[in-house]
């Protein structure tokens, strides 16, 4: 199975780079799942918690404060001004 | 003989203790252009990412938008200068303060009204002991900008610009800075911030070469792919303009931030070197004061003692 290259860049630096399987995120319209193949897609989020899902299932989880996520060809940018990472990383269920 | 060489004696202890400020001041400059400039290399993968953001919306969409929107007449446009904060930093901030001098003084030919923001102490004092008029000001923080800073002049300059040209708002706005090319060589340099111009990706690169945009390329005839907006793409530009112009502003900053510091290492570089040379000279001359001195007594011994034989003789 293909995976996501993602990439989390705050205003001043690069917040994390990795491969996914799933990321899931909210655009100002509603919750946004993201999974290889996706059509390239330029969305405004929402200030609200990014959650990406590593090809290890481990889930990683940051808060932003807006910003907007982009998709082109399984690359994910997700870029925002701020981004919290406080209280990351926590395996996923099952 | 004695006075003399206390003189020079007190110089070179005074010109030694200069020399252990600029030295000190040398290295702490030393240290913090490494930060800035890792600071500088941080914030671009942001400003790649915004950047191919916004040239994605401009390929797939209509852009119109007041940030982009270019007014046919200009009547006023506003300068934002960046300086340092603190002085013994060489030309830094004068070479700034000249080039914008230029710039007003083209733009004023151009019929337009100029009103300066400035950011830096220096800056302020030089508008302030000449009396003219600013807009705003900000300083305190021009070796180590915080992306707060920028949002802080970002969002005041957007207003401004977004503001009715008879309510005293700007057609334009120009800025001012520091470009950072390497450690010995730093220009300044002047960017027109607004309106924006929306440039494809590579054309985008050549505009910011400051900040190395490893923009994706695409082959050519290949297209960029068509995006889906959410939620359209005009929503979409509206939230990443401001953004671009914030992004624009901070990497100003930081590029005069690393070539405040750089300007400031060399400069209290060389008055270290110069007050080493100071003190050799000052060195040299006690020495040959003190053997003129030297001298004299010998030869008034040697003269006292002839004459003491002279009259024995007698």
Same mark, same amino acid.
């Given at each position: 199975?293909?995976?996501?290259?993602?990439?989390?860049?705050?205003?001043?630096?690069?917040?994390?780079?990795?491969?996914?399987?799933?990321?899931?995120?909210?655009?100002? $319209? =509603?919750?946004? @799942?993201?999974?290889?193949?996706? !059509?390239?897609?330029? #969305?405004? +989020?929402?200030?609200?918690?990014?959650?990406? $899902? =590593?090809?290890? @299932?481990?889930?990683?989880?940051? !808060?932003?404060?807006? #910003?907007? +996520?982009?998709?082109?060809?399984?690359?994910?940018?997700?870029?925002?001004?701020?981004?919290?990472?406080?209280?990351?990383?926590?395996?996923?269920?099952? | 003989?004695?006075?003399?060489?206390?003189?020079?004696?007190?110089?070179?202890?005074?010109?030694?203790?200069?020399?252990?400020?600029?030295?000190?001041?040398?290295?702490?400059?030393?240290?913090?252009?490494?930060?800035?400039?890792?600071?500088?290399?941080?914030?671009?993968?942001?400003?790649?990412?915004?950047?191919?953001?916004?040239?994605?919306?401009?390929?797939?969409?209509?852009?119109?938008?007041?940030?982009?929107?270019?007014?046919?007449?200009?009547?006023?446009?506003?300068?934002?200068?960046?300086?340092?904060?603190?002085?013994?930093?060489?030309?830094?901030?004068?070479?700034?303060?000249?080039?914008?001098?230029?710039?007003?003084?083209?733009?004023?030919?151009?019929?337009?009204?100029?009103?300066?923001?400035?950011?830096?102490?220096?800056?302020?004092?030089?508008?302030?002991?000449?009396?003219?008029?600013?807009?705003?000001?900000?300083?305190?923080?021009?070796?180590?900008?915080?992306?707060?800073?920028?949002?802080?002049?970002?969002?005041?300059?957007?207003?401004?610009?977004?503001?009715?040209?008879?309510?005293?708002?700007?057609?334009?706005?120009?800025?001012?800075?520091?470009?950072?090319?390497?450690?010995?060589?730093?220009?300044?340099?002047?960017?027109?911030?607004?309106?924006?111009?929306?440039?494809?990706?590579?054309?985008?690169?050549?505009?910011?070469?400051?900040?190395?945009?490893?923009?994706?390329?695409?082959?050519?005839?290949?297209?960029?792919?068509?995006?889906?907006?959410?939620?359209?793409?005009?929503?979409?530009?509206?939230?990443?303009?401001?953004?671009?112009?914030?992004?624009?502003?901070?990497?100003?900053?930081?590029?005069?931030?690393?070539?405040?510091?750089?300007?400031?290492?060399?400069?209290?570089?060389?008055?270290?070197?110069?007050?080493?040379?100071?003190?050799?000279?000052?060195?040299?001359?006690?020495?040959?004061?003190?053997?003129?001195?030297?001298?004299?007594?010998?030869?008034?011994?040697?003269?006292?003692?002839?004459?003491?034989?002279?009259?024995?003789?007698?």
């Amino acid at each position: 199975m293909s995976s996501l290259k993602v990439e989390m860049v705050a205003a001043d630096r690069k917040v994390w780079e990795g491969e996914a399987r799933f990321v899931r995120a909210r655009s100002v $319209e =509603g919750d946004l @799942g993201i999974l290889p193949g996706h !059509t390239p897609l330029l #969305g405004v +989020l929402a200030g609200a918690e990014v959650a990406i $899902e =590593g090809l290890d @299932g481990v889930r990683h989880t940051a !808060t932003v404060d807006g #910003g907007f +996520l982009s998709v082109d060809s399984d690359v994910v940018t997700i870029v925002a001004e701020h981004v919290d990472v406080s209280g990351s990383q926590h395996a996923a269920n099952g | 003989m004695g006075a003399q060489m206390r003189v020079y004696r007190q110089r070179i202890k005074s010109v030694n203790s200069i020399k252990k400020i600029t030295n000190a001041m040398e290295l702490i400059a030393a240290a913090r252009v490494i930060k800035a400039r890792q600071r500088a290399a941080e914030a671009v993968p942001y400003t790649t990412a915004l950047t191919r953001a916004v040239s994605a919306v401009a390929t797939n969409a209509n852009e119109d938008h007041p940030l982009t929107r270019t007014k046919e007449t200009a009547e006023r446009a506003g300068l934002v200068i960046i300086t340092a904060d603190r002085g013994l930093a060489g030309a830094y901030s004068s070479a700034v303060l000249k080039e914008s001098a230029q710039l007003i003084e083209r733009l004023r030919a151009e019929g337009k009204e100029v009103v300066p923001y400035l950011v830096g102490r220096k800056a302020v004092s030089y508008y302030n002991f000449r009396k003219r008029e600013f807009a705003a000001e900000w300083s305190g923080f021009t070796d180590a900008p915080t992306f707060e800073n920028a949002v802080e002049i970002a969002d005041r300059i957007t207003g401004d610009f977004l503001k009715d040209t008879a309510q005293g708002g700007h057609d334009e706005i120009h800025i001012v800075y520091t470009r950072f090319r390497s450690m010995v060589k730093q220009e300044p340099r002047v960017l027109r911030l607004l309106p924006l111009e929306v440039v494809e990706a590579d054309a985008a690169t050549d505009a910011q070469d400051d900040v190395d945009l490893s923009v994706r390329q695409y082959e050519e005839g290949q297209l960029p792919p068509q995006y889906s907006f959410e939620p359209n793409a005009n929503e979409v530009l509206d939230a990443l303009l401001p953004k671009y112009v914030r992004n624009r502003v901070y990497t100003c900053l930081l590029s005069s931030a690393a070539s405040e510091l750089a300007a400031r290492q060399r400069a209290m570089k060389s008055a270290t070197d110069n007050a080493q040379e100071l003190i050799k000279t000052f060195e040299r001359l006690a020495n040959q004061a003190r053997q003129a001195g030297i001298t004299q007594e010998i030869s008034e011994i040697v003269g006292g003692a002839d004459a003491l034989a002279d009259a024995k003789k007698k």
